[in-house]
C-alpha cells in the first residue's frame, strides 16, 4: 500500500511537470524513483518509459480539445521515431551511464539556448519550404525515438525547440504534437524495455494513475499560460537540469 502511494505521488509530480511543459515527464520520474524508490538506474528508465504512453495519451487528449495539436507533424515525427525507439532501449544496456548524461546535459542547455534566442532566430530564419519541414521532421523523429529508448524519456526537449524554431509552430501546439507522439514511439521503447526486463511493473500501479492525473492538470494549466511564458518556463526548467546531467562525472 505504502509502495503505491509514493509511486503515485511521483506520477502526479512528473505528470503535472510533464503536462505543463509539453514533456512527458520522465526528466521528473526518472530521479525521483531512483532516489526515493531506490530503483537502478536502467530499471527508473525501462520503468519510466511504460509510464510516459499514459502520459502522451492522456496529455494529447487535453492538447486536442484545445485545438493544440498538429496531426501532418505527429506523423512525420513518429513514422522514424517507431524505428529508432528499440535501438535506443537496448544501446541503454551497453552504454556508461555517466557519459550519456553528460551529452544529455550538454544538448538540453543547447535547446533551452535556442528558446530563449527563438524570436530572433525566426526572423532571421524565415519560413522554410514545406519538403524542408518534411525532412526535418523525418530526422528529427529518428534521434527523438533513439533518445527516448534511450534515457527513458518522451523527447519533448528535442520535438519542442524543433517545432519552435524551425516549423515555426506556436509553443502550445509544440507541446501537444510532441506528447502525441510519445505515444507510437514510446510504446515500442517501453516494450523493448519489458522483454529486456528493465521494467519494476509492481510501482505501474501507482505510477500511471498519478501520471494521468498530472498531465491533465498540468496540461489544463498550460492552456490558460500565455504562450511567451510557458516557452520562458520550458527553458528555465531543462537549462537547470542540463546542468545537472552536464555535472555528471566518471564513477572512477
Not at 18 to 30: A, E, K, Q, R, T
Not at 87 to 116: D, H, P, Q, T
Request: charged share 10%; glycine share 14%.
Amino acid at each position: 500500500m505504502k509502495i503505491n502511494f509514493i509511486s503515485f505521488a511521483i506520477g502526479l509530480s512528473a505528470g503535472i511537470f510533464g503536462g505543463l511543459v509539453g514533456l512527458g515527464g520522465g526528466l521528473i520520474m526518472i530521479p525521483l524513483i531512483v532516489g526515493v524508490l531506490k530503483l537502478t538506474q536502467l530499471k527508473a528508465h525501462g520503468t519510466s518509459l511504460v509510464a510516459l504512453v499514459f502520459t502522451g495519451i492522456s496529455g494529447a487528449i487535453t492538447y486536442a480539445l484545445n485545438g493544440a495539436i498538429d496531426i501532418t507533424a505527429a506523423v512525420l515525427l513518429a513514422l522514424t521515431a517507431i524505428f529508432t525507439a528499440p535501438l535506443g532501449a537496448r544501446y541503454a544496456n551497453v552504454l556508461a551511464e555517466w557519459k550519456l548524461k553528460k551529452a544529455f546535459g550538454a544538448f538540453l542547455i543547447f535547446c533551452s539556448v535556442l528558446l530563449f534566442l527563438k524570436p530572433y532566430l525566426v526572423n532571421f530564419i524565415g519560413p522554410l519550404p514545406d519538403f524542408t519541414k518534411i525532412i526535418i521532421f523525418l530526422i528529427t523523429g529518428a534521434f527523438t525515438g533513439f533518445l527516448s529508448g534511450m534515457m527513458g524519456v518522451g523527447g519533448g526537449t528535442i520535438m519542442v525547440p524543433v517545432m519552435v524554431i524551425l516549423a515555426g509552430f506556436t509553443q502550445h501546439i509544440a507541446q501537444g504534437t510532441s506528447l502525441l507522439v510519445m505515444v507510437p514511439a514510446g510504446g515500442i521503447g517501453a516494450l523493448t524495455h519489458w522483454k529486456l526486463g528493465n521494467v519494476e511493473a509492481g510501482i505501474l500501479y501507482g505510477l500511471i494513475p498519478g501520471i494521468l492525473l498530472g498531465t491533465y492538470l498540468g496540461g489544463n494549466l498550460a492552456n490558460v499560460i500565455p504562450d511567451n511564458t510557458l516557452r520562458l518556463i520550458f527553458a528555465v526548467i531543462i537549462i537547470s537540469l542540463g546542468f545537472r546531467y552536464f555535472k555528471t562525472s566518471s564513477p572512477e
